[in-house]
């Protein structure tokens, strides 16, 4: 289920679940630039860089994914790749993304794009990509905790945002902040508009360098901190920002996984070679004239299925993508038909959450009397 929004007065959005705004009566975008953006020293600090890689605790209505955005945009300084990776364990609708949407236009284009985007977020990652993939937004649907633990990232800017701790400790607590540390390189930033003194504490024992900002109305001060611990670091961390700077690499294979991972790491900025036995590319079972994929669907929607939902969903972002570039000619190189599920009712094999409204609804709905048809189905199978 989509996570339920009362909407006050000033049409501020508000959370029945934790008994708070999603942002302050001021509007949330001066916390998101000035908070978060400028907190991390954004853009400035991105300059140059082959990619940035955001972390954030907190997606709620991806107003600091907007503005991130936006200042990537803008920025002719800008890196290569922005990878924007969130965690959000109550996802909204894109009804109530749209309804808070904010009222600049360039940002409401944006949260348009974000939002027709923005469904079928049942729980485990969710891969979305914009400005022909050179903008990334990882989304991790569950438990802050859990999901960091399960990331590999290695952060250079941290938004560390949510509901207050008096309403949600589990997002502050010193597991939450351990988590992060490790996704921290040394001089990675991080930014919050919470000073209590159990999140400064908490930092501080986990290696970052704390200290009070002038803070954004109403709030009187924010926190910013800088990973620097005494100790070195070790695994990832330990390693120095040159040493995952793009350079040269091989790719074995021509194929569509070849190819596939040939163009995403040029699009980090790597020089490619790709090799192939064949004459030409694709001269092996990728040259199959037709191909079906779907994803692996299991009662219990393990592993291996959402794998494979999340490869469904970037597969058909790629297809609608290069036929917005004239490249694919939807109906003739491609065509989104569904796969028919039979039998639900009797022997059910499609997760819980597929059969409530909202999220699950991108991924599963009842057959048309024009698919059952087309099945040699009778109307009420």
């Known amino acids: 289920m989509s996570e339920p929004i009362d909407w006050l007065p000033d049409g501020t959005p508000y959370s029945p679940r934790f008994g708070d705004r999603y942002h ?93 985007r923005f469904q079928g977020l049942l729980p485990g990652v969710h891969r979305l990509a914009f400005e022909q993939g050179r903008v990334l937004l990882t989304l991790y649907i569950g438990d802050a905790q859990a999901m960091l633990r399960r990331q590999q990232i290695t952060a250079d800017s941290i938004y560390l945002d949510g509901f207050t701790p008096e309403l949600n400790p589990d997002l502050w607590s010193a597991d939450t902040l351990r988590a992060l540390a490790r996704h921290c390189r040394r001089g990675t930033q991080l930014s919050t508009w919470c000073v209590a003194r159990t999140v400064r504490d908490g930092l501080a024992q986990h290696g970052f360098q704390v200290r009070k900002v002038d803070g954004v109305p109403p709030k009187r001060h924010n926190l910013h901190a800088v990973f620097d611990p005494a100790w070195q670091p070790r695994g990832p961390r330990a390693q120095p920002q040159e040493a995952i700077t793009p350079r040269r690499c091989m790719v074995l294979g021509a194929g569509i996984a070849g190819a596939a991972a040939a163009a995403s790491l040029s699009r980090r900025g790597w020089q490619v070679t790709v090799l192939d036995t064949a004459d030409a590319p694709a001269a092996g079972a990728s040259a199959l004239p037709a191909g079906l994929f779907c994803p692996h669907v299991s009662p219990d929607d393990s592993l291996l299925s959402r794998l494979s939902r999340d490869g469904a969903r970037l597969t058909l972002a790629q297809l609608q993508m290069l036929s917005g570039q004239g490249l694919l000619q939807p109906g003739t190189d491609w065509c989104d038909t569904g796969v028919l599920e039979h039998g639900v009712e009797a022997a059910p094999r499609l997760p819980r959450d597929w059969h409530s409204p909202g999220p699950g609804d991108h991924w599963s709905r009842p057959a048309s009397a024009d698919q059952l048809s087309a099945a040699g189905l009778p109307a009420d199978a």
């Open 24 to 116: 302050s009566e001021l509007g949330g975008l001066d916390q998101a630039r000035h908070v978060f953006l400028g907190g991390c020293g954004l853009p400035a600090a991105w300059a140059d860089a082959p990619q940035w890689r955001i972390l954030e605790t907190g997606f709620g209505f991806g107003l600091n994914f907007l503005v991130a955005w936006e200042a990537w945009k803008a920025d002719p300084r800008r890196p290569r790749l922005l990878h924007f990776v969130s965690a959000e364990a109550f996802p909204v609708s894109a009804d109530a993304m749209r309804q808070a949407m904010p009222r600049e236009p360039g940002l409401r284009l944006l949260a348009e794009e974000l939002a027709t």
